[in-house]
């Protein structure tokens, strides 16, 4: 359960498109136990809430929310030669190949000794693959996990959505087809509406999370109050509402609750 | 209306009286500080239009109707759920022409000209409820369907009812951008 006073300290940490973190990341290798039930939550078991983007009629992401992420960082101390085959990938280093104990291929190099990577260097500006290819600086402690998607990264991803809605629809063979509703994976169900005015609200969840339906509804509800009614919110800018923002906690903290066998509130 | 948990329950609603004397004030201070009645029309009209814009998802949001596939149906929506939701009363629709794209709502009961009996000599041509012609209009222009909204009859006018005219706009056809509405 979220502290008004935690709530208030994250809300003014946020980021320039009003990106908000739902709840302190704790790294797992600290817990017990697997998958996301790491970040203390009572009771339920892998039942979340991932993410909440809202995408404006243009196709633009106007609000992005991280309100759970399973954080699967592992960090180990490795000695010379590195069993992982590693390799430069767009602007980061991720494992090709040598998966073991937690370290997945697609995971990046998130940290050298405990410092942050940037991007291909390390936090001294060296470069990661010339510094783990020196036996001199071995051994030395990696820390490997998901890389995190940036603002940026979340705006294409969203637009990109947005053209795979329009496409959707125009696919369809029956007329007026409300568009892509659901996308399934195996590890996170994605669920969109769209409004008649043109919005989408998308939440990716757990699988097993129900009761999405209604959360959007609801999300739609916080909207139309905390955004809309506010007379200083420009229609289709990035909303940094701070009554959005803990409303729209709240109901996913109420919509989590219900877990797996029926709707909540 | 249904709010968020996070909220105390606050049932206090605003009294009635307080929301009519508001736009009484509004309107008499527009009148005071344009001197043709059309730039006072025109300023509700505006100010209608944007908070037809905004109202216009708060409706759909608490009221799930489902998309109307037509004009007569557009019409009735407006009149009896979005009507009766924000302001109590249901004005009764009728269909003026044959091409079926203008609508006449007429309104018994017009709460905002409660305490309102008739318009000064000198401000004839005002239209006092042009508000609502903007929310509409920009209600309607959220959900893509352009429309001319006025005021076709006007009780304080010394008109026998109240009556606005919609007249649905018909778009060119756009088929690139197919979006669901």
Known sequence: MMRPQLLRKMSARKEELGVGRGRARRPLRHCRGGGAAGAGRPGHGAMAIFSVYVVNKAGGLI?????YAPRSDTEKTFSFPLDLVLRPHDERVVVAFGQRDGIRVGHAVLAINGAE???RFTADGKDVLEFLG??????VSIRFGRH???SNEKLMLASMFHSLFAIGSQLS?????SGIEMLETDTFKLHCFQ???GIKFMVLADPRQTGIDALL????????DFALKNPFYSLEMPIRCELFDQNLKLALEVAEKAGPFGPGS | MSRSPGRKQENHKISRELFVLTYGAL????????????????CLDRMGYSIGIRLIDDFLARSAVRKCRSYSETADMIAQVAFKMYLGVTPSVSCNSVTGNEFSLILDKNPLVDFVEELPAERASLCYCNLLCGVIRGALEMVHLAAEVSFLQDRLKGDDVTEIGITFLRKPEDRRHRRNK
């Open chain 1, 148 to 150: 995190r998607l940036s």
């Open chain 1, 117 to 119: 990577v940037n991007g």
């Open chain 1, 217 to 224: 509804r609801k999300i739609y509800e916080i909207y139309s």
């Open chain 1, 63 to 67: 609000y992005q929310l991280d309100h």
């Open chain 2, 27 to 42: 309107v008499a201070q527009l009148c005071k500080e344009y001197e043709k009645d059309e730039d006072v029309n025109a």
């Open chain 1, 195 to 197: 409004t008649l005015t």
């Open chain 1, 134 to 139: 020196n036996p001199a600086n071995y051994p």
């Open chain 1, 173 to 177: 063979p029956e007329v007026g087809s």
